[in-house]
């Protein structure tokens, strides 16, 4: 798990657009306990991709940070 936020970030440079590696970054930051990196890519992945099925369960780990 240690070598997770660097495969994304690697990922990130091949396609600075990839939601995906977004989305993943943003769980790997929250399961970690990095809130605030959790929340600023969590916010990244909704500029991306706010439509997305998944796009519902970013909006409420946000939520979830501001409470």
């Known amino acids: 798990?240690?070598?997770a936020p660097g495969e994304f970030q690697?990922?990130?440079e091949l396609d600075?657009?990839?939601a995906a590696?977004?989305?993943n970054l943003a769980i790997?930051?929250?399961r970690t306990g990095a809130v605030a990196e959790a929340?600023?890519?969590?916010?990244r992945y909704l500029e991306l991709d706010p439509n997305?099925?998944?796009?519902m369960e970013g909006r409420s780990r946000l939520q979830g940070f501001s409470r």
């Not at 929340?39 to 916010?43: A, G, R, T």
């Not at 997305?52 to 796009?55: E, V």
């Open 1 to 3: 798990m240690r070598k």
């Open 10 to 12: 690697h990922a990130l």
């Open 16 to 18: 600075p657009a990839s």
């Open 21 to 23: 590696a977004v989305f």
């Open 28 to 30: 790997f930051y929250e």
């Open 39 to 43: 929340e600023s890519q969590w916010k």
């Open 52 to 55: 997305s099925p998944w796009a």
